[in-house]
């Protein structure tokens, strides 16, 4: 089970959130939509767990853009 631990909208319209999840707590920066719906979180969660195991996804590879918070 995943939970959308924080989230808030920058100046650009931009999001910042954390996810919390069996790998711990990933922080997704410059998202274009956020919301608390399992189904997405899911997809961004694993998407950015991936990257930082080393793959490489369009968005989420920028450095900066995810971090792992905690395990």
């Given at each position: 089970m995943l939970?959308l631990?924080?989230y ?9 959130a ?6 711990g707590?990933?922080e997704?920066?410059?998202?274009v939509?956020?919301?608390?719906r ?11 767990w991936?990257v ?6 369009c968005?989420w590879?920028i450095p ?8």
């Amino acid at each position: 089970m995943l939970t959308l631990l924080t989230y808030k909208q920058n100046t650009d319209q931009l999001y910042t959130a954390v996810v919390k999840g069996p790998v711990g707590s990933i922080e997704m920066r410059e998202l274009v939509w956020i919301v608390d719906r399992q189904d997405l979180l899911e997809i961004y969660y694993w998407e950015a767990w991936a990257v930082l195991q080393g793959g490489y996804h369009c968005c989420w590879s920028i450095p900066g853009k995810i971090q792992l918070l905690s395990t």
